[in-house]
T-cell receptor, first 113, second 114 residues
Framework: DTGVSQDPRHKITKRGQNVTFRCDPI?????LYWYRQTLGQGPEFLTY????????KSRLLSDRFSAERPKGSFSTLEIQRTEQGDSAMYLC???????????FGDGTRLSIL | AQTVTQSQPEMSVQEAETVTLSCTYD???????LFWYKQPPSRQMILVIR??????QNATENRFSVNFQKAAKSFSLKISDSQLGDAAMYFC???????????FGTGTSLTVIP
């Protein structure tokens, strides 16, 4: 069990640029989640995949955000035309079933200059 | 909408002592799950303990136990014999039985004093 891995750990970019993050879940987990966590807050749900299907999206996920999980394995989260308010830690988690504990990655910290 | 409230932004405990972290939640559901997660500084969030709402018995995991009061919608975490390694942010989380979203509280920062 290698755990959930996220890449990169840190991303610094200028406002208006596009960024893409990658998440590799635990291999036998069919559920994958993306969260955003800002300083002093708990994780906020962004979106959820079961296998390759994106089944739920939060209203926080504006049209500048898109997520994919093309083969039901790794997932990518892309943010287009980044804004200052996008600065946050982006967490990925996976689980083997609903109501099962989620296993989190280390997160990708995004800083917008 | 489900909300999770942690009213203690910071707590401290002497090593080897016991501390209780508070969590309340708001829901109209009767069947759901509650979790406590621990997030050490710059490290991954890990599960501490899990409670199914339909179970009256409070969950226990070694030094960690919960006091689940369903009617009061309260879910507190008790850490016994506190250790230096327990220092972390602790998040309470809610997940309804048929839902995919986890709702997290704002966290409690626990300091363990040697």
């Amino acid at each position: 069990d290698t755990g959930v891995s996220q890449d990169p750990r840190h991303k610094i970019t200028k406002r208006g640029q596009n960024v893409t993050f990658r998440c590799d879940p635990i291999s036998e987990h069919n559920r994958l989640y993306w969260y955003r966590q800002t300083l002093g807050q708990g994780p906020e749900f962004l979106t959820y995949f079961q296998n390759e299907a994106q089944l739920e999206k939060s209203r926080l996920l504006s049209d500048r955000f898109s997520a994919e999980r093309p083969k039901g394995s790794f997932s990518t989260l892309e943010i287009q035309r980044t804004e200052q308010g996008d600065s946050a830690m982006y967490l990925c988690a996976s689980s083997e079933g609903y109501n099962q504990p989620q296993h989190f990655g280390d997160g990708t910290r995004l800083s917008i200059l | 909408a489900q909300t999770v409230t942690q009213s203690q932004p910071e707590m401290s405990v002497q090593e080897a002592e016991t501390v209780t972290l508070s969590c309340t939640y708001d829901t109209s559901e009767s069947d759901y799950y509650l979790f406590w997660y621990k997030q050490p500084p710059s490290r991954q969030m890990i599960l501490v303990i899990r409670q199914e709402a339909y179970k009256q018995q409070n969950a226990t995991e070694n030094r960690f136990s919960v006091n689940f009061q369903k009617a009061a919608k309260s879910f507190s975490l008790k850490i016994s014999d506190s250790q230096l390694g327990d220092a972390a942010m602790y998040f309470c989380a809610y997940n309804r039985n048929t839902g995919n979203q986890f709702y997290f509280g704002t966290g409690t920062s626990l300091t363990v004093i040697p």
